[in-house]
């Protein structure tokens, strides 16, 4: 008999089960604040060059012709955000005067900027813009590299210490990590302790997972899993707002740090006992699973568990094994080198283009609030979509059509005319929901593909690949100093091939899974 079969045996899906999931979906959605939260902490304001000190008089008498003769204008006859004029060009004060081939220089005396939006940010404090613009996308590229980082570590430490210690650790963490990313006052600072609120991320997520998964029996695994990826959803939507009522970035940095209240309860959640039993604690896992039992009305049932009880629902799990000690094993064998390598690519792919287009809303030239809660509220319908194909069509299907229709919405975004903004914003939100509904697809295609020897590595391995996949976007959005049509191009084309990778890949719709290598083979 599984494990399974004893939490059926203490009330299924019980109190318990819905009570633990409720209280692990907060942070996650708190968690979804942390990881869009640049697009309002570093955005950046329309701005200028701030003219020469000693003009600060004339500055003031007349702002509008002071900028005039000082900066020049755009092919929109907006300033130029870098270049001023070398001399005073007072002549432009004629109304019907232009002058061609004047000197320009950089801003030597800093920049001017307009916060009716955004009061501050990392960019007007540090002056991240023009030749320091590339500094914008490296905090986020540092704060993917410390999601990497985090999964690495703190995935290991979660086999060894279990998933409640680390996960306590976690919030703990991340409360003083984002807080003190708001606390110092240098860009290096701000950097090295935003690496360390990424690292938590990963292992907020997996332990999570794990922990509302495995005391769920199976009939409730895959909606628990969805209630997960919406709580996620619903965390962006809950950033707009935070936000919109705290505009100053230490403010709102300060606002989204408070993880510390996770953690008083976060010492009620009662460790796994399946990992209790496999690490010779049978008493601390016989006790976990009465308190259970009483929750979900199943006192009796409770009383009646022995060590010997237990360990005869688990035996299969203790002398099962794996034969898997090295990432090496993914590639042992024809199938695994070509599930790897296609997931790979799917898996990279699609976190680089969903995390290039959710974090960088300034783009679409609408409010970034409204942006942040349109792309937060097509989850949903999406995610339902991806379901219900998941379980009616195939995941195989599901899979790539997703990928091709992302990349497919927003290369069709690049050839809308400018002045179609609602059609060229429709079809980004369409394409930000249908990458966003890949993760729930991916995570099970995953599982259901490696045999049962190898999953837990190939789980791991492509959740690495899709953290790359996120520290490559923000430095993929930095072509386009080159030309603005590369990173989108780049993005959406990916998604199309790696749409097409998945074809490759063997459907998994109710169909067993594979136990051993040779199985695997075999498929």
């Known amino acids: 008999m599984a494990f399974t079969d004893l939490l059926d045996t203490l009330g299924s899906v019980g109190r318990f089960q819905l009570v633990y999931t409720a209280l692990l979906q907060l942070p996650c959605g708190l968690l979804a604040c942390h990881n869009f939260l640049q697009n309002f902490t570093a955005a950046m304001p329309p701005h200028h060059c701030q003219g020469p000190a000693n003009h600060t008089t004339a500055a003031t008498n007349d702002s509008g012709a002071w900028l005039r003769a000082t900066v020049p204008l755009d092919r929109d006859r907006a300033p130029e955000t870098c270049q001023c004029f070398a001399e005073l060009q007072w002549a432009l004060l004629s109304s019907n005067t232009s002058i061609h081939g004047a000197a320009t220089e950089g801003c030597k005396d800093g920049w001017v900027y307009y916060c009716s939006v955004f009061p501050s940010t990392i960019v007007t404090e540090w002056d991240l813009v023009c030749e320091a613009r590339t500094f914008h996308d490296l905090a986020q590229s540092v704060y993917m590299a410390g999601v990497l980082v985090g999964a690495a570590v703190f995935g290991s430490l979660a086999d060894r210490l279990g998933r409640k210690a680390p996960l306590v650790w976690l919030y703990l963490q991340l409360a003083f990590s984002g807080a003190a990313t708001a606390y110092f006052s240098s860009f290096s600072a701000y950097c090295a302790f935003w690496f360390l609120a990424g690292m938590t991320f990963s292992g907020v997520i997996l ?247 190898i999953r837990q590595m190939g789980m791991g391995f492509a959740s690495a690949n899709s953290h790359l996949g996120g520290l490559a976007a923000p430095l993929i959005t930095t072509l386009r100093e080159f030309n603005t049509f590369l990173p989108p191009m780049g993005f959406r084309a990916i998604s199309i091939l790696a749409g097409l990778a998945v074809c490759f890949l063997t459907e998994t719709r109710n169909m067993p899974l594979v136990e051993t290598i040779e199985a695997m083979e075999r498929r």
């Open 207 to 453: 332990n999570s997972l794990s922990l509302v998964v495995e005391w769920m029996p199976t009939q409730g695994r895959t909606v628990a899993g969805i209630l997960l990826g919406y709580s996620f959803t619903f965390g962006q939507v809950i950033l707009a707002t935070v936000a919109y009522l705290i505009c100053p970035w230490r403010w709102l940095q300060f606002a989204v740090s408070a993880f510390l209240i996770f953690s008083p309860y976060s010492w009620w959640l009662p460790e796994l006992s399946r990992w209790l039993l496999l690490h010779g604690k049978s008493q601390l896992a016989v006790q976990n699973l009465r308190k259970v039992a009483t929750i979900n009305g199943r006192k009796e049932e409770g009383e009646r568990l022995t060590k010997e009880v237990v360990s005869s629902y688990i035996q299969s799990e203790f002398t099962r094994g794996c034969t898997s000690n090295s990432v090496l094993d993914l590639f042992r064998t024809p199938a695994f080198r070509k599930v790897t390598c296609c997931l790979m690519l799917v898996w990279f792919s699609n976190s680089m283009a969903y995390y290039g287009l959710a974090m960088d809303l300034q783009k679409f030239g609408l409010s970034i609030y409204l942006m942040q809660v349109l792309f937060g509220v097509i989850d949903i319908p999406a995610m339902l979509v991806a379901t219900t194909t998941m379980i009616y069509v195939g995941r195989r299907v599901t899979v790539a059509s997703f990928l091709i229709l992302a990349g497919s919405m927003v290369i069709a975004n690049l050839f809308v005319p400018a002045d179609m903004q609602t059609l060229r914003t429709a079809q980004a939100a369409l394409g930000k929901g249908c990458l966003a509904s890949f993760f729930i697809c991916v995570y099970l295609f995953t599982g259901e593909l490696y045999s049962t020897e």
